[in-house]
Structures are given as structure tokens and as C-alpha cells.
């Protein structure tokens, strides 16, 4: 019985649209087609290079031993993958590396990056730069159906320290942050990261984990998230970053990300209501 409703629903899953099918992609690596050859949508001040994309710009010139005097300020840059995929009901997994490096000779360094479920492919909002993490417009205020995960690398006043990881909704004042520091992971410190993301639709709970490249991943955050009442069912997916009055470079390396959509909740509850 219980194998007839399983096949049941599954045989509805199939016959529905296309967009609810599984979806998996990867890049091992970025290039300079990245952002042109249309598998990606590139916005802001997002450069390509051979290995990696480049969220906000790089003082460096092209021989890359030269730092112009002026620091990319206020800047901002969104890469999202080309096509919405199913946030919910779904099994979400996706795993990506960064790298968020000091300029040579600066104190100081901001503001980070995100991992975003956005509600559509445009860019970052208007003046999104520093701690709006180029997902919150400062003049619209926070009324945005998006789910971000933030690497945040500057203390900003309502932030504990300039080392954490947050979850973003409505507000870029985190529902949800905690420090890398007890990882001894320093977001900043110009090595490459590894995060991964996973969202259990059956749960409904996000984790993320986290580790230096070549470690093994620690799992960092696990929080109860309901994705259908924070973002629509089908999203973009991808990363923002931002500098303000201070600077620092924004590198990733690959990415990752498998959705595997689940039973609708309508079918769930019909079944619920048979037994
Ligand atoms: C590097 O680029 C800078 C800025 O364009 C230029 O001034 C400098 O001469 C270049 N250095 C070399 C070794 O080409
Ligand atoms: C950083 O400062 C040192 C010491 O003042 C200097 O020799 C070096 O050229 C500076 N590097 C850059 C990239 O500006
Ligand atoms: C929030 O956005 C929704 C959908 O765009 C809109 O209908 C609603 O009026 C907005 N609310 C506020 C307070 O701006
Ligand atoms: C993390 O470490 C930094 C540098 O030592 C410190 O300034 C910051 O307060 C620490 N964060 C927390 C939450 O203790």
C-alpha cells in the first residue's frame, strides 16, 4: 500500500512540467566565457579570469604586479545560474568554493559574499554596496522573498565580529549568525573555502558546513528554515558580494548544486487525510 502511494506520487512528479525534474550542475572551474557563454548571468562588477570569478573588481592590471591607488569601493557583483530551479518541497544540496583576500598594505577589510535563493535573474538592488552584502537595497528596506547565506568578513555595528556566517531573509540583520571563529576558519585570510549548503524539504532544515580546501567539511550551522514561506518555488541560485568605504577581493573557485524536487505539499496532505 504504502509502495502504490509512493509510485503514485512519483508517477505524478514525472508527467509534471519539465522544470520539476531533478537538476544538477557543476563548474570545476570558471573561465574567461564564463559569464559570456550564457550559462551564467553576470551583473555588477563581476569579471571573469582563468580559474575563477571575480565578484567585485581587482585593483590589479592585467600584469597583475600593479595595485592602481584606488581600491574597488562601493561595488557590487552577482553571478546566478541560468535558469530558476525548484527551492521547494525539495532535497537542495550545493557546495562551493571561495577566496576573500586582503589587499596588500590595508588594515582593513569588507564586506563579504552570499549564496542567494533569489525570487528573480536582475541584478543586485540599487546601492546594495557594503554591509547590504548586494542584496538589500538601502532605500527599498527589506521586503524581498530571498534566502541568502552570508560570509560576512566586516563587523558592522549590529554584527558580532567580521568573521561569521549568517542567514539572511527579509534583512541583512541576520535571523541567524555565528562566528567561524571557533572553526579556526578566517573568512579573510585569502585561502580557499569550501562551504556546502543543504536544505531537507522532508525536515525543512538548512545546514551549512564549512572548511579550509582540502579538510574536511565541519558542519557549522543547522537551523530550521520553512522555505515556501521565504522564497517562491522557483528561484535563481547563486552569489553576491560587495565592498563599501573599504575593500577586499571576492574569488570563486567552483560550485556545485543539486535540487531534487519533492512530492508536492497538496499530495502529501491528501495522503495524510486517506490513512
Ligand atoms: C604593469 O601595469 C602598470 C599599470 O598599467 C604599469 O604602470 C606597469 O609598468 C606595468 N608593469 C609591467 C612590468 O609591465
Ligand atoms: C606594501 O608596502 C611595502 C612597504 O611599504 C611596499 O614595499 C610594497 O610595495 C607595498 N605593496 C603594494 C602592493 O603596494
Ligand atoms: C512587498 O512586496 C509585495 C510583492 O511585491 C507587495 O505586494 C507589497 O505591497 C510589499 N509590501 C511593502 C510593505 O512594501
Ligand atoms: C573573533 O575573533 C576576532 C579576532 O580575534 C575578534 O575580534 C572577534 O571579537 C571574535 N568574535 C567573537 C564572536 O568573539
Redesign the pocket.
Known amino acids: 500500500m504504502i509502495f502504490l502511494v509512493l509510485l503514485s506520487i512519483f508517477l505524478h512528479q514525472a508527467s509534471s512540467s519539465p522544470v520539476n525534474q531533478p537538476l544538477s550542475f557543476s563548474f570545476s572551474s570558471f573561465s574567461q566565457l564564463s559569464c559570456s557563454s550564457g550559462s551564467l548571468i553576470c551583473t555588477g562588477a563581476v569579471t571573469p579570469y582563468n580559474g575563477y570569478l571575480s565578484l567585485t573588481s581587482e585593483p590589479f592590471q592585467s600584469n597583475s604586479s600593479y595595485y592602481s591607488a584606488t581600491l574597488p569601493l562601493n561595488e557590487v557583483g552577482r553571478v546566478l545560474y541560468k535558469q530558476p530551479v525548484i527551492a521547494w518541497p525539495a532535497m537542495i544540496s550545493t557546495t562551493f568554493t571561495i577566496r576573500i583576500s586582503r589587499y596588500p598594505n590595508t588594515t582593513d577589510s569588507a564586506d563579504g559574499m552570499t549564496f542567494v535563493f533569489a525570487p528573480d535573474s536582475n541584478p543586485s538592488p540599487p546601492n546594495s554596496y557594503g554591509s547590504s552584502l548586494g542584496i538589500f537595497s538601502r532605500s527599498q528596506g527589506g521586503n524581498v522573498s530571498q534566502l541568502a547565506v552570508e560570509l560576512d568578513t566586516y563587523?558592522n555595528g549590529f554584527d558580532?565580529?567580521?568573521?561569521?556566517i549568517g542567514i539572511d531573509t527579509t534583512s541583512v540583520l541576520s535571523s541567524f549568525a555565528a562566528?567561524?571563529?571557533s572553526t579556526g576558519i578566517d573568512l579573510k585570510s585569502g585561502r580557499p573555502i569550501k562551504v556546502q549548503i543543504d536544505y531537507d524539504g522532508w525536515t525543512k532544515m538548512l545546514y551549512v558546513s564549512v572548511a579550509y580546501h582540502g579538510y574536511p567539511l565541519q558542519r557549522f550551522i543547522e537551523k530550521p528554515i520553512i522555505m515556501s514561506e521565504t522564497v517562491p518555488s522557483s528561484v535563481y541560485v547563486g552569489f553576491t558580494a560587495a565592498t563599501g568605504a573599504i575593500s577586499e577581493s571576492h574569488h570563486l573557485l567552483d560550485w556545485t548544486f543539486t535540487t531534487f524536487p519533492l512530492p508536492s505539499y497538496s499530495l502529501k496532505k491528501q495522503n495524510l487525510v486517506k490513512h
Open positions: 563587523k558580532m565580529d567580521g568573521n561569521h562566528s567561524l571563529n
